[in-house]
């Protein structure tokens, strides 16, 4: 048993002033604080600094020189320590459009690095598979390679679920294709959760989307038909309906720093989520890195292939100072945090992450009052 106390904590009623959070066997067994009980010798303390679930990616590809298509398992793991240090303590392995056996091949891989995989000190933890393409939108394909776009093919699914061997936990879906409802409903059958991105649908489409079992939207605002007043499109759907999740790269490159507020304002803090999209060159020099099959020029905090965005070099903890600095006085870092831990946790039915609970996981990012990382605790270990 071990406590971990710092000066606040964000807990699911507010925060909580002196926590100490009970550790035993990578589970909290108890939230007080130091007005209820005294701090038990063997803990860890961090003064100053505040106590939040870990953070989980649900929309990541890479970094630290790692696509996770393509790493060993000695890169999938130097990869994970380096998204810890960014107080992600959880994510979801993202692959992008390639031909059919390179997709195959490695969704097994991570499918088999996902099951043998129990939580480990310094390292972020793989809970499934998040399958970006290959059945989006020829016209809002962003980078995805045109030559290995497919339709809506149920048993072409059935040959990821199954390589997958049941970690395939989320998809980005473009709902209008052909046979799109029929496809959705499929995938919601088998527990995989669908996206609606990389998508030109039109608002109608977006809706029967959402009506046949789609959950969230994948990066609001990008690879989408754009808003037009008589034209509301996906987007529009995205964000007016009150029960649909939509993620968001908080990068101010991908989307203005104005148009994330307008995003903040419209799902709220229960429904916006924060993605890193981030690919292999996240955390390295300027140069060019894989994303996938293909490659893509990295300028400052530009991931460009043929002029167009590919990805992002964004961590998730900078997304998070990201949104108090664009959302401003409404966006305090106990409220702009909960966008990458409690929603995510909720969207991917979690109930034992992204909150500080009794029974749940002791996951924590430690984090300083200006929203810098500075501790990972992963199970119970720092």
């Known amino acids: 048993?071990?406590?971990?106390?710092?000066?606040i904590a964000i807990t699911p009623t507010g925060l909580l002033q002196n926590p100490i959070l009970v550790v035993e066997d990578g589970k909290?067994?108890?939230l007080t604080s130091r007005s209820e009980r005294e701090l038990p010798s063997r803990h860890l303390e961090y003064p100053g600094c505040i106590l939040a679930p870990g953070l989980i990616d649900i929309h990541i590809h890479g970094g630290a020189g790692f696509d996770v298509m393509h790493a060993s398992a000695t890169e999938l793991a130097h990869f994970e320590r380096f998204i810890a240090q960014h107080?992600?303590?959880?994510?979801?392995p993202t692959t992008v459009t390639a031909a059919s056996d390179v997709i195959l091949d490695s969704v097994e891989r991570l499918g088999k690095e996902v099951r043998r995989r129990e939580a480990e000190a310094g390292r972020a933890r793989p809970l499934g598979i998040h399958l970006e393409g290959p059945f989006i939108s020829h016209a809002?394909?962003?980078?995805?390679?045109?030559?290995?776009?497919?339709?809506?093919d149920v048993q072409l699914f059935d040959r990821f679920f199954?390589?997958?061997?049941?970690?395939m936990r989320m998809m980005t879906f473009a709902p209008e294709l052909p046979d799109a409802q029929k496809f959705i409903a499929h995938a919601v059958g088998r527990g995989v959760i669908v996206s609606l991105g990389h998508s030109d649908a039109n608002y109608e489409q977006a809706w029967a989307g959402i009506k046949a079992g789609a959950k969230t939207a994948t990066h609001t605002f990008n690879a989408m038909r754009p808003l037009d007043h008589r034209d509301p499109g996906v987007l529009g759907a995205a964000l007016t309906c009150d029960t649909l999740f939509a993620d968001i790269?908080?990068?101010?490159?991908?989307?203005?720093?104005?148009?994330?507020?307008?995003?903040?304002?419209?799902?709220g803090d229960k429904r916006a989520i924060l993605i890193s999209d981030a690919i292999s060159a996240t955390g390295m020099p300027?140069?060019?890195?894989?994303?996938g099959s293909f490659e893509v020029d990295v300028n400052g905090d530009r991931c460009e292939y043929e002029g167009k965005l590919a990805g992002s070099v964004l961590t998730l903890d900078r997304a998070v100072r990201n949104v108090v600095e664009f959302g401003g006085a409404a966006w305090p870092l106990a409220r702009a945090v909960e966008l990458a831990t409690r929603n995510p946790a909720e969207l991917l039915r979690l109930p034992n992450k992204g909150r500080f609970e009794s029974g749940a996981d002791a996951d924590i990012a430690v984090f300083t009052a200006s929203g810098d990382v500075r501790a990972t605790i992963i199970a119970g270990q720092a």
């Open 1 to 7: 048993m071990i406590a971990v106390t710092a000066d």
């Open 28 to 30: 909290i067994i108890e």
């Open 87 to 92: 107080g992600v303590t959880s994510y979801l």
């Open 140 to 152: 809002k394909r962003g980078v995805h390679p045109p030559d290995f776009l497919q339709a809506a």
């Open 162 to 167: 199954n390589a997958a061997n049941g970690t």
């Open 249 to 267: 790269i908080a990068d101010g490159v991908h989307v203005h720093p104005d148009i994330v507020r307008l995003f903040l304002k419209m799902k």
């Open 286 to 291: 300027d140069g060019r890195y894989r994303l």
